[in-house]
C-alpha cells in the first residue's frame, strides 16, 4: 500500500468516526426529548403502521428536527448515520480522482450513484 | 409498562446482543430481530429497520479502527460494494412483498447457518496462488501487517466473490442484518484473501451495504424513531464495550453459548413462522 492509499485510509477512518458520534449525540438528544413528552402508554409495534410522511422523507426529517420534536431529532441522526457511509464512498471518488485511477473512479461512482438511489427510491 | 420502562428494556437488550456480538465476532444485528419479535411482539418491519440501523453505527465504528491500521483491502471493498448494494436494494424491495411467515423462515435458517459457521473450526488456505487476470487489472493485489512486516497477497476468484456478495447483500436488504459471515465468506474462500483481511474488509464493507437497505426503509417508513433510538444506543455502547475487553476476554465458550442462544432462537422463529 502506498502512501497515498494510507493517507486516503487515515482520513476515511475519521470520517467514519465523526459520523457515527455525531449521529449518536442526534439520536441521544432526541430521545431525551421524546421520552420527556412521551408519557403515554406505549407505542403499538405489533401491527405494522408505517412510519408518517413527515419522519420518512429528507425534507420532513428536517422540519421536525428543526422544529425540536424527538421523533424529528432521532430520524435527523440515523439520517447522518445512513449518511456517513456514503461520504464515505463520495470522498472516495475524490481521492481516486486525485490519484487518476479512472477504473476505480467509475466503481466508486457506481456505488454511490445507488445509494443516492437508494434514499430517494421512496419518493420515485 | 410506560414508555420510559419499555424503552430502557430494549436499549438494555440491545447493549447485551452488541456486547455480545462485537465479543464473539457476530455481530449485534444478527439478535436484534428476533429479539424485538419474540420477546416484545414487535411486528418485524420495525424490527428490521432498527436493527440495520443498529448494523451500521457498529461497522462504521469498527471500520473507523481497522482501516487506520491497514488491514482492509480498500479496492477489494469498493469494486464488491457494487454487488452488495445491488443485493440489498433487491433485498429492500423484497421486504415490501413477502410475506412475514416467508421472511422469518429465511431469517432463522440464516440465523442457523451463521450459528454454524461461528462454532465450527475455520480451515484457511495459506498458499498464495500467484496473480490472476481479473483481480491485476482491478488492482487488488495489496499487502497487510503481520508480525514480519508488510505481507503481500494476490487475489484470485473476482467473479465468484462478486456473486456470493450479491448474495450477503440481499439478505442484508431483507433480514436487516450486516452478513459479515457470507461476505468473510466470499473473500477467504472464494477470493482467497488473508483472514484478518477478509474480516476487516468485509466489516468495512457492511456499513455501505446497509446503508443503501437502511435508505429505502427510512423511505417507506420501516424506522420508528422510538423504537430505533434504544436499539442503535443500545447497541453501539454494547459493541463500543466488547471491543474494548475483546483482547482480554476468553471467546471460545462464549461463542458457544452465543451460537447456541442464536441457534434457540432461529428455530423458534421458524417454528412461530410455521405454527
Given amino acids: 500500500m502506498d502512501r497515498a492509499d494510507q493517507r486516503m485510509d487515515e482520513i476515511m477512518g475519521r470520517l467514519l468516526r465523526t459520523g457515527v458520534v455525531l449521529a449518536a449525540v442526534f439520536v441521544l438528544a432526541g430521545g431525551g426529548v421524546y421520552l420527556a413528552r412521551h408519557r403515554t402508554p406505549v407505542t403499538n409495534y405489533g401491527v405494522f403502521q408505517g412510519e408518517p410522511e413527515e419522519l420518512r422523507t429528507v425534507s420532513g426529517i428536517f422540519h421536525e428536527a428543526l422544529a425540536l420534536h424527538g421523533g424529528g431529532l432521532i430520524q435527523l441522526g440515523l439520517l447522518i448515520l445512513i449518511a456517513t457511509p456514503i461520504a464515505r464512498v463520495a470522498f472516495s471518488v475524490v481521492a481516486f480522482l486525485y490519484q487518476r485511477d479512472w477504473t476505480y473512479v467509475v466503481v466508486t461512482l457506481i456505488v454511490l450513484g445507488l445509494l443516492v438511489y437508494s434514499l430517494l427510491g421512496g419518493h420515485g | ?275
Fill in chain 2, 1 to 275: 409498562m410506560n414508555t420510559i420502562e419499555f424503552t430502557s428494556l430494549i436499549g438494555l437488550g440491545a447493549l447485551v446482543a452488541g456486547f455480545l456480538g462485537a465479543l464473539t465476532g457476530l455481530g449485534g444485528g444478527v439478535v436484534i430481530v428476533p429479539l424485538l419479535t419474540l420477546v416484545f411482539g414487535v411486528d418485524i418491519h420495525y424490527a428490521i429497520g432498527a436493527a440495520l440501523v443498529s448494523v451500521i453505527a457498529t461497522s462504521s465504528g469498527a471500520a473507523a479502527a481497522y482501516v487506520r491500521e491497514g488491514y482492509s483491502n480498500v479496492r477489494v471493498g469498493m469494486f464488491l460494494e457494487i454487488a452488495t448494494t445491488v443485493g440489498a436494494l433487491v433485498g429492500a424491495m423484497l421486504v415490501l412483498h413477502l410475506r412475514v411467515s416467508i421472511i422469518s423462515i429465511i431469517f432463522g435458517v440464516v440465523l442457523l447457518g451463521s450459528a454454524y459457521s461461528s462454532i465450527k473450526e475455520h480451515s484457511h488456505s495459506i498458499a498464495d496462488l500467484g496473480p490472476d487476470r481479473i483481480a491485476t487489472w482491478l488492482k487488488m493485489d495489496s499487502t497487510y501487517p503481520t508480525e514480519n512486516g508488510l505481507e503481500s497477497y494476490h487475489v484470485r476468484g473476482v467473479p465468484q466473490g462478486f456473486g456470493l456478495m450479491f448474495v450477503a447483500g440481499v439478505l442484508s436488504g431483507l433480514l436487516g442484518i450486516g452478513s459479515g459471515a457470507v461476505k468473510v465468506l466470499a473473500m477467504d474462500k472464494a477470493m482467497k484473501l488473508p483472514f484478518k483481511v477478509s474480516t476487516t474488509t468485509s466489516n468495512f464493507m457492511i456499513g455501505v451495504t446497509a446503508a443503501a437497505g437502511a435508505g429505502v426503509y427510512l423511505a417507506r417508513g420501516y424506522i420508528d424513531p422510538g423504537l430505533a433510538m434504544p436499539v442503535m444506543l443500545g447497541v453501539l455502547a454494547g459493541s463500543l464495550i466488547g471491543a474494548r475487553i475483546l483482547a482480554r476476554a476468553k471467546v471460545k465458550v462464549l461463542r458457544m453459548v452465543f451460537s447456541g442462544v442464536i441457534a434457540v432462537l432461529a428455530v423458534e422463529m421458524i417454528y412461530n413462522a410455521v405454527k
